[in-house]
């Protein structure tokens, strides 16, 4: 779920259940206030730009059993793994601590009006998404809430599974061929790094394929996907992680380049922060057990994911990110050498 999804105003009185949300999500709209006991207000369904396929997003409020009413979203359908650690860590008596890295979940079911089909009724969070101010102690923040969803996660379910594998050394040749084809800048000098990384290869995967494979990853790590709760008068609201529907096995080293590659054109954004660093005293402090070569594996992650670059220059083209990959390519090669 994209930060857009909490944004915007509540449902107004008499808003309609059918909105814009497509046919399917109208159609089980009294099916799912039904589900939630009669205890949803009418649904005003909005499409957000982030929304692909036929997913129905919605503002709502929901009647706990206080009788309290809590501004809430909508979500239907909604994918397998995404429900799984949706209702896994944000639904029960621990998800209502406001120190949860996650939406609190108020109702969720698996099947809806005779379909088999996944919904959720979450927390609507009410303070800002971290993209909209992504200064020093909000880099600080979203590193913090992804390092205590690792230890939550670990603690919902053990890590088991196949970790994401990517096939380096066809990226590698893809990224080779468009340096060669595309007339980027430093065409020569991408030619070489991208040659460089894969004579390395071989090195370069015995270390990050024998990872220990320890956490649950979010997936998609970035400000966009971060909100704050609404903090009590002007303290900063808990930061907490949303769309989780890329969650997967793997290091947590993977969470941590994602995001600090993000950057690699624009490292002051970052505020000095680094995400490797930062996530390792948090794990550390927590009590959780962290391997002494984290930083070896990190500079690995880093050559991998910077000599693929080329290879998808439709999107990841800026020249000054362009310039940030190229130098982590090459302080990271001169690093293990």
């Given amino acids: 779920m994209s930060a857009d999804a909490h944004e915007g105003q509540p449902p107004k009185a008499g808003a309609t259940a059918h909105g814009s949300g497509g046919n399917l999500a109208s159609t089980l709209a009294p099916a799912l206030v039904q589900a939630c006991d009669g205890r949803l207000s009418e649904i005003e369904w909005f499409k957000a730009t982030w929304q692909s396929g036929g997913a129905s997003t919605g503002y709502t409020t929901f009647t706990d059993e206080n009788g309290a009413q809590r501004p809430a979203i909508v979500k239907l359908p909604v994918g397998p793994r995404e429900y799984r650690w949706t209702t896994g860590l944000g639904l029960g008596p621990e998800s209502l601590e406001d120190d949860a890295p996650v939406p609190q979940v108020y109702a969720a079911g698996t099947s809806l009006g005779g379909y088999d089909l996944a919904w959720v009724v979450i927390e609507r969070l009410q303070g800002a998404p971290l993209s909209k101010s992504f200064d020093k102690q909000g880099v600080r923040d979203l590193l913090d809430a992804v390092a205590d969803w690792y230890l939550r996660a670990a603690e919902a379910w053990p890590v ?86 890329l969650v997967h096995p793997g290091h947590w080293v993977e969470d941590a380049i994602y995001l600090e590659r993000l950057y690699w054109g624009r490292k002051e954004l970052l505020h000095g922060v680094k995400p490797v660093s930062h996530i390792a005293r948090r794990l550390k402090a927590s009590g959780a057990t962290i391997e002494e070569d984290y930083a070896r594996l990190a500079t690995v992650r880093r050559v991998l994911m910077g000599g693929c670059v080329p290879a998808f220059l439709a999107r990841e083209g800026d020249p000054t990110y362009l310039k940030g990959a190229l130098t982590a390519i090459e302080s990271g090669l001169q690093i293990l050498s």
């Fill in 160 to 245: 088991e599974g196949d970790p994401v594998h990517a096939d380096w050394e066809k990226l590698l040749a893809t990224a080779r061929t468009a340096v060669k084809d595309s007339g980027m800048p430093d065409a020569q000098q991408w030619n070489q790094a991208v040659h460089n990384v894969q004579r390395a290869l071989p090195k370069l995967l015995s270390i990050w394929d024998t990872r220990p494979i320890h956490t649950w990853c979010h997936g998609d790590l970035h400000p966009g996907n971060a909100m704050r709760r609404a903090g009590a008068d002007d303290e900063l609201g808990r930061c907490v992680l949303i769309d989780l529907a």
